[in-house]
């Protein structure tokens, strides 16, 4: 009797193999689905910084599920788990080759959220273009471009739209990555003839005058660095700035210094001019006698 009821149970499983198969692929997709994307979704609410770019990510998330899943259940109708492990082995390496550069995105999109090298309202630098991140999509990074067809650092309001895919092979620079402050420096070249100590003086008292708040806030003083030039002294004042205000701060910086060096009568600016000295020549007096 249990001889025959394990021979119609073999009988029914090798009949619906199949389908059985089929169901059970479709069962642990399912299952392994509703796990991940749970635990994804809470994981990408707390790191994105807009829930639509989650929601965007979410959705290819599950078309791509439902699409290996459509795959996987249709070959495991044959019954075979050897076709099943090639057949998903080949899907593998189509949607691979076919999908790279999307897929590249999104895994850059992921990395950006992971590993933050940069994030909204950041001013960086990618493929050596300077500008303020305005926002990160699935596919491309935003950027506010600095500078451009204009000399210095200010906002020129043009959008340059860099593909996701790229960062892999980009080196990023990011201003405030871990400070909030970044070094800058005023360079001033001033003569030989001038009085050291008084042009430290101006430059450090303009620096502290412009930087008041961020000195109170770090703690840390400007201070000069000099070195010896062909024509004069080079002296650079250095301070803390934001790096998205840096190029109001040394403008602001430089107007004050060229208002106090016009002012004293120890310190003058070195330019580039040439001086002219005549001297008269001297008749050669005639040799005496032998």
Request: hydrophobic share 45%; with cysteine.
């Amino acid at each position: 009797m249990l001889s025959r009821v394990v021979e119609q149970a073999s009988g029914f499983v090798a009949a619906y193999r199949g389908p059985m198969l089929s169901l059970l692929t479709l069962l642990i997709f399912v299952v392994a689905y509703f796990l991940i994307t749970k635990a994804l979704r809470r994981y990408l609410l707390h790191r994105a910084e807009k829930p639509e770019n989650v929601q965007n990510f979410l959705l290819v998330w599950r078309y791509l599920w439902m699409g290996l899943a459509l795959v996987f259940v249709l070959v495991s109708f044959s019954g075979s788990l050897t076709s099943l492990g090639i057949s998903a082995a080949f899907v593998g390496m189509i949607m691979g080759w076919s999908l790279q550069a999307p897929v590249t995105g999104i895994a850059a999109w992921l990395m950006i959220l992971l590993k933050r090298p940069f994030k909204i309202g950041d001013r960086i630098i990618i493929a050596g273009i300077i500008g303020d991140v305005s926002d990160i999509t699935l596919t491309h990074v935003h950027l506010n471009q600095v500078g451009g067809t204009v000399s210095g650092e200010e906002r020129s309001g043009r959008g340059v739209l860099i593909p996701n895919a790229t960062l892999f092979q980009q080196i990023i620079h990011n201003y405030t990555l871990e400070a909030t402050y970044i070094l800058d420096e005023v360079p001033v070249l001033i003569t030989y003839e001038s009085d050291f100590d008084e042009a430290e003086r101006i430059l450090l008292d303009a620096a502290r005058q412009v930087t008041r708040d961020i000195i109170n806030e770090t703690g840390q003083e400007p201070f000069i660095r000099a070195e010896l030039a062909d024509s004069g002294i080079r002296i650079r004042l250095r301070y803390n700035t934001l790096g998205t205000d840096r190029q109001r701060v040394s403008s602001d910086i430089v107007r004050i210094v060229i208002s106090r060096f016009s002012q004293s009568d120890k310190v003058e600016f070195c330019y580039p001019h040439t001086e002219v000295l005549h001297r008269p020549k001297q008749p050669k007096e005639a040799p005496g006698p032998a």
